[in-house]
């Protein structure tokens, strides 16, 4: 049995056997900014020993795609069987059992095995040393149960395993690639240093295997060969009930070097815990997020979500030229290790609330392929600074142009790579909401200005100007909604764009932003005043629609009744999902409109808001993971709570609840996570900024007995503790903080707060 669990609360997920073993792995996966490590599951099958560990920054040419994240090997348990007859051990009694304990930020795994009547347990604990090291540690102990009928000596085979291999666009089993190879080792007494060349890198493993109190009855030997080192370990039984083994292990990304680390010098495997501990102690008490609710998956899911995303920003210096975010992080290979617009709208939200300078690294890593984005920009025929849909490690569009599918024999276009128009605007969003919440002026000018103009003047290469319309308009594109493409004027594209031009006509004047020539400035600002955007009346109500036409589109289905999961009218509308085609109803994947009115509240009235939500939530499927996010936070500002709540338990109980359980290997959804996150704070407590203050708007669900998150603002770090509707704390440290109502509804701190 998988299980999560924070303190004394914990949750059964799914049962451990081969077809879940990667489902399981995945959930359970330990990471930081560095690397991410699937950890020891049982009865392991082929698919879940594919993907082992990832390394960030670890890129190679790609198949079926510019580029792809390798799927590397990982030190790991390879055999368990009798030395004299070489007979494995069988499972045994009760199925295998993994515990994620995230506060600890540790997986402990136990399973049964028997031998010619004797049993033994195998127990395994692991955790990665440190956000800033790219080390694990594990302890593993094998035990004999009950009186032996005969003495036995079984052997430990611990090594790295060479069976880590790409699939095709990360989720395809029937082709695969493997970008490694096994180079030369070094071998001492208790450690091994093996060099694994990867395309373009050579990876240094040091690895550290010794025993622990039961040296007399073990003997540890090494060999190398086509899998690379495997330490073997025998132990004798035959007076010994129990033995204990701890490895120590780091990759990294090394040249030429010297005699390696792990051949000389002591570790101490219980400092190492400690530390890690009194680490992870404190990243909870600056980051907790807490739901006080009868509901206790409720809050397991949120904790599960901020694990995850916790793990993979905390703790570590950024890059000089920031950080690439891959889209299912450093927990898969799936979307070939590319970042899409969900690491703006949300990863950066999130991180901008909770550690900026994580925030800043994300648009840093954008600033930096500035570049690639001018040449992207020119090579489709516009101006300016075109960031990709899928950004790859070199800042390059990475997304598939064309999709093969097997056994079908079948290949999809997909139109994505260049009817996607609105990333640009999208980054804007981000370094503007970065700018407006820390108030980092040197960051603007250092960079954050030039980002905004060269996506500007991509914006306004953009627009063409329609005689019938007599307006700007953009044709066939594709916006968030992918369930719709060739479409002409997406309400989510014009909008942003047409924002993205006036975040920087607005700054025309301010010092530190580059020049603009009038007459530029005077054209930006006609294109600005003639936007075309698509409206349509519902109820006897004004409406943004999806797109010009949307509603010429015969209706689809209504999801009224909620189910488990995508909400998929039939297995006809699944299928058209999956084979990419065009939908000719007004089904939506995540609706644009809905998500729109997310990012700018205040510029749609509540009766437009509602009758949007009422109109396209029950057409949407919610088949993207990123759909929940939104919708919490427009239901929420809405008043709707309980419906908010639930798609906020949705979103960050993606993986735990929604995702396939057989052979799954499409990794954790982690902006899903943050849109959970979103939905929470900017949803349901109503966090905003007003005039460099923080603001709040809090409503708590009837169900939930309160919820507490924590800010970091300007230099300072808040406890929040929403207790009511419309009633909250402020704590700063040991603290309470005084607030005050304002005129607009809204509680901020008092002056001087």
């Not at 590397?72 to 368990?80: C, E, I, N, Q």
């Not at 039984?237 to 990759?251: K, M, N, P």
């Not at 024999?409 to 605007?425: G, K, N, T």
């Amino acid at each position: 049995m998988l299980t999560i669990a924070y303190g004394e609360e914990c949750e059964d997920i799914v049962g451990i056997e081969p077809r879940t073993s990667s489902f399981a792995a995945c959930v359970a996966m330990l990471a930081n900014p560095l690397i991410g490590v699937r950890p020891h599951v049982p009865s392991a099958s082929q698919r879940a020993r594919r993907t082992q560990l990832l390394c960030a920054g670890v890129y190679a040419a790609g198949v079926g795609v510019s580029r792809e994240i390798i799927s590397l090997p990982a030190p790991a348990v390879l055999r368990l069987y009798d030395v004299d007859t070489g007979e494995p051990l069988e499972p045994s009694g009760d199925g295998p059992a993994v515990v994620l304990a995230m506060d600890q930020a540790t997986v402990s795994s136990r399973e049964l095995f028997q031998l010619r009547g004797v049993r033994y347990e195998l127990t395994i604990d692991q955790f990665i040393d440190a956000p800033d090291d790219s080390a694990v540690s594990t302890r593993i102990s094998l035990t004999r149960l009950g009186e032996p009928t005969g003495a036995h000596r079984l052997r430990l085979d611990y090594g790295v395993d060479g069976s880590a291999e790409n699939e095709y666009l990360g989720t395809s089993d029937w082709l695969t690639a493997r970008h490694y190879r096994f180079g030369q080792s070094v071998v001492d007494r208790t450690a091994f240093t093996l060099d694994v060349d990867a395309a373009e890198y050579r990876l240094r493993y040091d690895v550290r295997v010794e025993q622990s109190g039961s040296a007399a009855s073990s003997v540890v030997c090494w060999r190398h060969g086509l899998q690379g080192c495997i330490a073997s370990v025998t132990m004798d039984f035959d007076s010994v009930l129990q033995h204990r083994i701890a490895t120590h292990w780091r990759v990294a990304i090394d040249g030429e070097h010297s005699m390696p680390d792990a051949l000389s010098g002591d570790f101490d495997m219980t400092h190492i815990q400690s530390s890690h501990l009194c680490r992870w102690s404190k990243i909870w008490s600056e980051h907790d997020v807490t739901v006080q609710t009868a509901q206790r998956r409720i809050d397991l899911g949120i904790k599960y979500a901020m694990f995850q995303l916790l793990q993979h920003g905390v703790g570590v210096a950024p890059p000089e030229r920031g950080t690439l975010s891959p889209a299912r992080g450093l927990t898969s290979t799936y979307h070939s290790g590319a970042t899409f617009f969900d690491t703006e709208l949300h990863k950066c939200m999130f991180w901008i609330w909770n550690e900026p300078g994580v925030a800043r690294a994300l648009i840093d890593y954008r600033y930096h392929c500035l570049e690639q984005a001018r040449e992207f920009a020119r090579a489709s025929g516009y101006e300016g600074a075109r960031f990709p849909e899928a950004a790859n490690d070199r800042g390059r569009e990475n997304g598939p142009h064309y999709v093969l599918a097997y056994p079908e024999q079948d290949i999809r276009r997909e139109w994505s790579v260049h009817e996607v128009l609105h990333i640009s605007a999208d980054v804007c969003y981000a370094v503007n909401k970065y700018w407006k919440v820390t108030g980092d002026d040197a960051f603007m000018i250092s960079r954050g200005f030039e980002m905004l103009l060269e996506c500007a003047r991509f914006a306004a290469s953009v627009f063409k100007w329609s005689e019938s319309r007599q307006a700007y308009v953009v044709e066939s594109v594709m916006g968030p909604d992918e369930y719709h493409y060739h479409v002409d004027n997406s309400f989510f594209t014009n909008y942003m764009l047409r924002w993205c031009l006036r975040s920087a006509l607005s700054l025309c004047d301010r010092p530190g932003f580059p020049g603009l020539p009038e007459a530029q400035s005077r054209r930006w600002q006609s294109i600005a005043d003639n936007v075309f955007l698509p409206w349509i009346t519902v109820g006897g109500v004004v409406i943004p629609e999806e797109f010009e036409g949307y509603a010429a589109l015969p209706d689809t289905q209504l999801r009224s009744d909620k189910k488990r999961g995508p909400q998929f009218a039939d297995e006809a509308e699944r299928e058209s999902a999956e084979n990419l085609q065009n939908f000719a109803s007004q089904v939506v994947k995540q609706a644009d409109i809905v998500l729109l009115m997310s990012m700018f509240p205040e510029d749609f009235s509540t009766d437009v808001k509602r009758a949007a939500f009422q109109y396209y939530e029950p057409r949407t499927v919610h088949e993207s993971s990123l759909s929940y996010g939104p919708h919490a936070v427009v239901a929420a500002h809405l008043g709707k709570t309980s419906i908010s709540a639930d798609f906020i338990a949705r979103a960050s109980r993606y993986n735990l609840d929604f995702t396939p359980l057989d052979d799954y290997s499409n990794g954790l959804h982690l902006s899903a996570y943050a849109g959970a996150w979103q939905g929470l704070v900017e949803g349901l407590a109503g966090l905003d900024l007003i005039a460099d203050q923080l603001a709040f708007r809090p409503r708590l669900p009837a169900d939930w007995d309160a919820y507490h998150f924590t800010l970091e603002f300007r230099g300072r770090r808040l406890r929040i503790c929403v207790i009511g509707d419309d009633e909250l704390e402020v704590r700063e440290g040991g603290r309470q903080l005084a607030t005050e109502r304002g005129q607009d509804g809204y509680i901020c701190l008092k002056e001087g707060h």
